[in-house]
């Protein structure tokens, strides 16, 4: 039982090329998340998925695309990639109910100069 | 909209002393409050939770009381080890609004030997 996995673990980019960050989830949740984490910004939401065929946009959504592929799988694409994504990359899943916990995969770290 | 107010790190303390890193927040409903920690390098993971109020979390030595009278889930630690370092986070869960949690910006926590 793996939990919430990421790939990749660190990516470095050339302004507007384009990539796909994946994550899995083998915990049979509903809701999959996106978030992005700044110096002294804390977490900042981007996109979720509430349940397997929807997608939402969080506080921070311009610039990237999202993709539930599956119940397990939610992909985040960044079309054009821009120095201010520059950024470490958290996939999350929370059980069903309000006092869940949420699970987080390791990050991504991505630089893009 | 729901939110939570957690106070600005860095907070540097030295092994053995007393651990106390505030937490409040504002939301409708009947919230989940949480504490994560995130060790350098890592994703964040639970530390403690509260789901109704009165509630004590804790878990490895940390403490947190769910507080409604004063919206408040304050984080405290009787004596810090320097592998209790990391950065520290209130989140809360709620049934109503957008999305389901909330984080507050962090506090690091640096321990010396």
């Known amino acids: 039982n793996a939990g919430v996995t990421q790939t990749p673990k660190f990516q470095v980019l050339k302004t507007g090329q384009s990539m796909t960050l994946q994550c899995a989830q083998d915990?049979?949740?509903?809701?999959m998340y996106w978030y992005r984490q700044d110096p002294g910004m804390g977490l900042r939401l981007i996109y979720y998925?509430?349940?397997?065929?929807?997608?939402d946009k969080g506080e921070v959504p311009n610039g990237y695309n999202v993709s539930r592929l599956n119940k397990r799988e939610f992909s985040l694409r960044l079309e054009s990639a821009a120095p201010s994504q520059t950024s470490v990359y958290f996939c999350?899943?929370?059980?069903?109910?309000?006092?869940?916990?949420?699970?987080f995969g390791p990050g991504t770290r991505l630089t893009v100069l | 909209g729901n939110s939570v107010t957690q106070m600005e790190g860095p907070v540097t303390l030295s092994e053995e002393a007393f651990l106390t890193i505030n937490c409040t927040y504002t939301?409708?409903?009947?919230?989940?409050l949480f504490w994560y920690v995130q060790y350098p390098g890592e994703g964040l993971q639970l530390l403690l939770k509260?789901?109704?109020?009165?509630d004590k979390g804790s878990n490895k030595g940390f403490e947190a009381t769910y507080r409604k009278e004063t919206t408040s889930f304050h984080l405290e630690k009787g004596s810090v080890q320097v592998s209790d370092s990391a950065v520290y986070f209130c989140?809360?869960?709620?049934?109503?609004?957008?999305?389901?949690?909330?984080f507050g910006a962090g506090t690091r926590l640096f321990v010396k030997a």
């Open positions: 998925s509430a349940s397997e065929g929807t997608t």
């Open positions: 939301a409708t409903g009947y919230p989940s």
């Open positions: 915990m049979n949740h509903n809701s």
């Open positions: 989140a809360l869960n709620s049934n109503t609004g957008g999305f389901k949690t909330i």
């Open positions: 999350a899943s929370p059980g069903l109910a309000v006092g869940d916990t949420q699970y």
């Open positions: 509260a789901t109704k109020a009165d």
